[in-house]
């Protein structure tokens, strides 16, 4: 069961003018299951995307990445589930290129403004053919309804909304994800795609979805594998009435970046709560480092460990599980002496070892607890970073031995 992940309220989350979203069954690996979204875009948007770095990215990836970088105005995004059309080679992108050829040819534009992306089980061929012949059949869906079409291992759909004012009109943004295993930057399988009726220049919304993200879902860790998949999309629609936002330096630009961050960082802690087999819920702070790369690098390592992460599940208060984990970050020149960690507020280690005062009864408590955090100060600069994890069950073995079943 997730952790303190509630339902989603289709009420909650907020329309955005210019973009429609079609749900459809195709039966890629179930049938009678809804498992192709379509978002489709009104003409005068931008749109801009990250994309995962791992070498075997999936055929949807590159040609996404492709069309972005042709400089055609995107009209739709087209998603499914249960395949991830990964390590197929050519005839991958053959496939994948004849459903955007598809779906172009109902909507009357190009090839090229057509963005794939799929998410399911790797080095197996996709069924582009049910694909394609779903599309026609597509209906009307709402944002909650869009969210679940996409879900994989996932137990709960993960959508976030906020609302804002810019010179004095109204902005709306709205937002889903999908990720539950294989979550690990760069980037953190997931998919995520936040849209805002904002009107937002091309190279702009390019630095901000890369801030964004940056922030959020690449500050996040199930199992430390990062996907094959894994695709951000930031979509402006251009539709509110708000002033153009052409700089990063207005003060426009810092209120909507805040409101979009804020979106992003729900939907991204929404797939650790969502972790598969999750019990736990775990912020990682690492404080007072020379530079935010090795903060992380020891927030990541405490966080990936699966000596650490089973100690959590059980809460075991074996802490000198932390240490190690931190000891083998990367940092050579780590003065242990210097290093402090807690957990939550209280002091567990310092000068390089467990605190007079600390005792187990303590880290017993605070690991009972389904969220809490582990804090490591480094007291050897000024950076700080911020990682989001969870436990390891007995059921993220199950999963995962399980998946193709």
Request: with cysteine.
């Amino acid at each position: 069961m997730a952790v303190n992940l509630l339902p989603l309220d289709d009420n909650a989350l907020l329309p955005i003018a210019g973009l429609d979203l079609f749900v459809a069954e195709a039966g890629v690996k179930y049938a009678n299951r809804r498992d192709v979204l379509v978002m489709r875009i009104d003409k005068g948007n931008t749109v801009a995307g990250v994309f995962t770095q791992n070498r075997f990215c999936a055929a949807p990836v590159q040609l996404c990445q492709s069309h972005l970088d042709a400089g055609v105005q995107i009209r739709a995004l087209v998603v499914n589930t249960g395949n991830a059309n990964a390590g197929t080679g050519e005839e991958g992108l053959q496939r994948a290129r004849a459903i955007c050829r598809a779906l172009a040819d109902e909507l009357g534009c190009q090839t090229e403004q057509i963005l794939p992306f799929s998410t399911g089980v790797i080095l197996e061929p996709l069924p582009a053919d049910r694909i394609i012949q779903a599309l026609p059949a597509r209906r009307a869906a709402g944002w909650t309804e869009a969210a679940q079409t996409i879900m994989t291992t996932d137990t709960m759909a993960k959508g976030s909304s906020r609302s804002l004012q810019l010179g004095g009109e109204a902005v709306a943004i709205t937002g889903i994800a999908k990720g539950s295993g294989m979550i690990h930057p760069n980037m953190a399988t997931m998919l995520g795609f936040v849209a805002t009726d904002a009107a937002i220049t091309r190279p702009v919304l390019n630095q901000l979805v890369k801030e964004v993200c940056d922030q959020s879902f690449n500050c996040i860790s199930v199992d430390g594998d990062t996907s094959t998949n894994d695709s951000f999309m930031l979509i402006s629609t251009g539709k509110s009435k708000a002033p153009l936002i052409d700089s990063t330096e207005s003060a426009d630009y810092q209120m909507l970046r805040a409101a979009l961050l804020d979106v992003a960082t729900e939907l991204a802690q929404a797939i650790i709560r969502d972790g598969e087999g999750a019990t736990k819920f775990v912020t990682v702070e690492v404080e007072g480092g020379r530079s935010v790369a090795e903060c992380k690098a020891i927030a990541y390592a405490i966080a990936r460990s699966p000596l650490v992460k089973t100690a959590f599940f059980a809460s075991d208060p074996n802490l000198g599980r932390l240490l190690c984990a931190i000891g083998y970050a990367g940092i050579n020149d780590l003065d242990v002496e210097r290093l402090e960690l807690y957990l939550d507020d209280v002091l567990v280690a310092s000068q390089g070892g467990r605190h007079p005062d600390y005792r187990e009864e303590q880290g017993q408590a605070i690991l009972n607890q389904d969220e809490f955090t582990v804090r490591v100060l480094l007291h050897r600069g000024a950076a700080r970073a911020h990682v989001w994890t969870c436990d390891f069950s007995y059921d993220y073995v199950r999963i995962n031995a399980d998946y193709r079943s």
